[in-house]
């Protein structure tokens, strides 16, 4: 764990040998006071490593270790986004875990060093992770900044980035004398530890002397997730840039083996052509990604969160007391059955409550904890259509008017260069600046992280999730409300088609064909059915419990990482990687727009 200067712990001794997994992630929530992940890409990393560590599974992870973060968001009173950086020192927080190291890059020595990170599970299994930092003396100025931003700086800065994060994490685990039987990519941005795999087995031979059968026994030794049916979401990289930066040894190997895409460097075809096991993180995710590589077998394996992460306090207190097996075995909460609703909604009031106090004292805005509270939060980009909500102010103030009173409650970070992110943060901002009843209360909170993030899903009633499909991955802030018993009223998009019951765990908003035809559905699926839910105290305890009993036990990494274990990591038999894959009916999956 950090700690303050001068008392840097120094690391447990681990023997390394028994890890038969490396974790490669670009980001990875840590801990809530360090800046190393985004958003649920990262959270996703560091919830998996959780469960690997609860689960004493044999796993090491490697990331970079982002020394000015991804960027505080300020907002000002019209919703215009700016950013500040988030510096942290690893040299005065965790202990150094290598010597220094270095990689061959832009034509020149690249130097870096890692510090670790150790994530401890519920019996002490630790998961070390190994951030890497290129911030030494001996670089030039630039190549001291590589480690600096996550997702900053231009295509040239992150290719660097990424072959630091894939050259320089295979070199890592050499030095210490780590030889894992699967690398697994979690997204595209580590496939470059293909090639440092490839160069490894080559031992000092150059690349073009690598065979097919090379190639091969790379792929037996990696597994690639990919995360986004969003084209823009698949990192490319020009021929120019990919020789300036891996040198024309790599470049040539990487086109030699097919790798390139639309003749361009795309690190998630480099992924793809270099794993034994592929997959996407929900159901409908792995047939969308399918349709894109038909080329590739794509599995599914549907994402979760790490339970003791995100419950709230006094949800955790009554399931300690009722069901304290859950900790290290998920299945349990299936047993919520067997536990009084009413001390479900108590637990949950609890919450609520502690939310409200934080609201109140960031923003002075006093919220009234017996009224319906929608929650919608997220990482803001286009297809998440935050505004959807506000189609039909009127609408939505007659169903305000008719409880008596609502509130909703917004937080998103829109990227830096993301302009359009950053034009529907204002778009928000000034559709409640309008709003003209005194029954609707919408607050926008500045600086959406863990923590925030942990708060909204732990206090509000319903979570809110209107995305463009399929776009939506999976997504896993409604995975997190569900465990604290937090229904989601949601477009039929990633998690949520496996995970709505309808009238049971939350709603779904029915699909139209244009945008105001689904704001309307979204409209009289509050007016029908959430609204006549939240009258019935009794409906509205029940739907909370149904909501963990249900989607709980399912929607968490301990689950998820099982699955990876069992089928992608060390599959029992053969035949899960050679099955002929079923390739989904065309109708039946929505277009992906280009
Ligand atoms: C869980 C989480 C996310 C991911 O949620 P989505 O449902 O995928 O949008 C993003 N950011 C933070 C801070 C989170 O806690």
Redesign the pocket.
């Known amino acids: 764990m950090p700690s303050s200067p001068n008392t840097v712990p120094s690391a447990v001794v681990l023997d390394l040998t028994e890890r038969r997994v490396a974790y490669f992630s670009m980001e990875i ?1 840590l801990s809530k006071s360090l800046p190393t ?4 890409l ?3 990393a560091g919830d998996t490593l959780r469960s690997a560590a609860d689960t004493g599974a044999p796993i090491l992870a490697v990331s970079l270790a982002h020394r000015r973060g991804y960027f505080e968001q300020h907002l000002d009173a019209q919703g215009q986004q700016t950013e500040s950086d988030v510096v942290w020192f690893p040299e005065k927080t965790l202990p150094a875990a290598s010597d220094i190291l270095s990689i061959s890059l832009q034509g020149r020595e690249l130097k870096f060093r890692a510090w670790r990170f150790d994530v401890v599970g519920v019996t002490g299994h630790i998961i070390p992770v190994f951030l890497l930092d290129s911030d030494i003396e001996g670089n030039t100025p630039y190549d001291r900044t590589l480690t600096d931003h996550l997702y900053g700086g231009d295509n040239y800065y992150r290719l660097c980035q990424e072959g630091l994060l894939g050259l320089g994490g295979i070199k890592l685990l050499q030095s210490l004398g780590v030889k894992p039987e699967v690398h697994h990519m979690n997204e595209g941005h580590a496939a470059l530890l293909t090639i440092g795999l490839l160069e490894e087995r080559l031992a000092g031979a150059p690349l073009r002397n690598a065979t097919d059968d090379d190639a091969k026994a790379i792929q037996q030794q990696c597994v690639f997730t990919t995360h986004t049916p969003v084209p823009a979401g698949h990192d490319q990289f020009g021929l120019d840039q990919m020789a300036a930066v891996l040198g024309h040894e790599r470049a040539s190997t990487i086109e030699r083996f097919g790798a390139l895409h639309n003749g361009l460097m795309n690190m998630t075809y480099l992924a793809l052509r270099f794993s034994r096991y592929v997959n996407g993180v929900a159901m409908q995710h792995g047939k969308v990604s399918q349709h894109m590589f038909p080329e590739y077998k794509v599995h599914s394996i549907t994402n979760g ?1 790490h339970a003791a992460t ?1 419950l709230s306090a006094p949800m955790k207190d009554l399931f300690d007391r009722e069901i304290p097996e859950w900790r290290h075995d998920n299945q349990y909460f299936r047993s919520v059955y067997g536990i009084d609703p009413w001390k479900i909604v108590e637990a949950h009031t609890a919450a609520k409550l502690r939310l409200f106090q934080t609201i109140k004292a960031r923003t002075g805005v006093e919220l009234d904890p017996k009224l319906l509270t929608i929650g919608f ?3 803001v980009a286009t297809y ?1 259509r935050a505004s959807l909500l506000f189609k039909d102010p009127a609408r939505l103030e007659a169903i305000a008017e008719s409880l008596g009173g609502l509130q909703i409650l917004y937080a998103g970070k829109a990227h830096p260069a993301d302009n359009a992110g950053k034009a529907l943060i204002r778009d928000v901002f000034s559709a409640a600046a309008r709003i003209n009843s005194s029954k609707l209360k919408i607050v926008y909170l500045e600086n ?3 923590e ?3 708060q909204l ?1 732990n206090g509000v009633d319903v979570w809110l ?1 209107t995305p463009l499909r399929p776009y ?1 991955a ?7 409300a569900a465990l604290n018993g937090v229904p989601s009223l949601s477009v039929l998009d ?1 998690w949520w088609i496996e995970g709505c019951a309808e009238g049971i765990t939350g709603w779904a908003i029915e699909d139209a064909d244009d945008e105001s035809q689904e704001a309307g559905n979204l409209y009289a699926k509050l007016e029908k059915a959430v609204v006549p839910a939240w009258q019935s105290p009794k409906v509205w305890a029940r739907i909370r419990q149904h909501s963990i009993a249900v989607n709980g036990t399912f929607f968490n990494t301990h689950r998820m990482l099982g699955q990876y274990v069992s089928n992608a990591y060390f599959p029992l038999s053969s035949s899960v990687a050679s099955t002929d894959q079923e390739i989904p009916d065309e109708e039946k999956i929505p277009a992906v727009v280009a």
């Open positions: 929530a992940y985004s958003g649920g990262g959270v996703l969160v995100w939060a997220r990482r998440k959406y992280d863990w925030l993030g942990e899903t999730n939506e999976s997504g896993t802030s409604g995975m997190k990633g």
